[in-house]
């Protein structure tokens, strides 16, 4: 299995408060992503990252922001989390050719009451 | 534009059944990738299968066994004498090798139940 992991795994947090997410590989993979999962909704792209410090949005990018300033990590914050970011959150990595596979972390549920 | 379809939503079937997941896609590229994941009910994504555009084999893995036409666009997915332990959502996604963003683009999902 990749070396993914994700912290926190379980998160409780209030409206309005910020929320950091955290991706860590041991791949060295060049890209790393991140996605919610909601019902219905399948899985959607937040942000990416093809090199620390290079980063882009994903399809559903607003609330969210990232930071990559080491190859090994991925951070997602939530600057002030709101309800209908309550969610599954995966973190994804992959080497970057065209064609290459992503893996995946374990995931995160996010609750914001 | 790319597009990945999962029509069938949910799937339930008895075990030992046979059962196909459909998958039909839409790219403008001459080279893609096409892939399948599995999520079991204790929510891992698993990578099961990637294929190339230039790779029309079928591939067979035990049970498992995938068709890619391009024909009809489609990348189904077939599992030969289900079992208990195949239940899952099974996502199918599509990347094209063309920029620089190396993004998946993915289905819905189709959730499968296998019953006993």
């Known amino acids: 299995d990749a070396g993914i992991t994700q912290s926190p795994r379980h998160k409780v947090t209030e409206t309005g408060t910020p929320v950091t997410l955290r991706c860590h590989q041991t791949?060295?993979?060049?890209?790393m992503y991140w996605y919610r999962q909601d019902p219905g909704h399948g899985l959607r792209l937040i942000h990416y990252?093809?090199?620390?410090?290079?980063?882009d949005k994903g399809e559903v990018s607003d609330g969210y922001s990232v930071s990559r300033s080491k190859t090994e990590d991925f951070l997602l914050t939530l600057e002030s989390a709101t309800s209908s970011q309550t969610s599954v959150y995966f973190c994804?990595?992959?080497?970057?050719?065209?064609?290459?596979?992503?893996?995946f972390g374990p995931g995160t549920r996010l609750t914001v009451l | 534009a790319q597009k990945v379809t999962q029509a069938q939503t949910e799937i339930s079937v008895v075990e030992k059944e046979d059962v196909t997941l459909d998958c039909v896609y839409e790219?403008?590229?001459?080279?893609?990738?096409l892939f399948w994941y599995k999520q079991p009910p204790s929510g891992e994504l698993v990578f099961l299968i990637r294929?190339?555009?230039?790779d029309e084999q079928n591939e067979i893995s035990g049970r498992y066994s995938w068709n890619f036409q391009k024909s009809t666009s489609s990348f189904n997915f077939t599992i030969t004498a289900s079992q208990v332990v195949d239940s899952a959502v099974y996502f199918c996604?599509?990347?094209?090798?063309?920029?620089?963003?190396?993004?998946?683009?993915w289905g819905l999902g189709t959730s499968l139940a296998v019953n006993p």
């Open positions: 994804a990595i992959s080497e970057g050719l065209a064609g290459n596979e992503q893996f």
């Open positions: 990252s093809y090199g620390v410090k290079d980063t």
């Open positions: 790219t403008r590229d001459t080279t893609y990738y």
């Open positions: 996604a599509l990347s094209e090798e063309g920029g620089n963003n190396r993004k998946l683009i």
């Open positions: 791949e060295n993979h060049r890209y």
């Open positions: 294929r190339n555009s230039f």
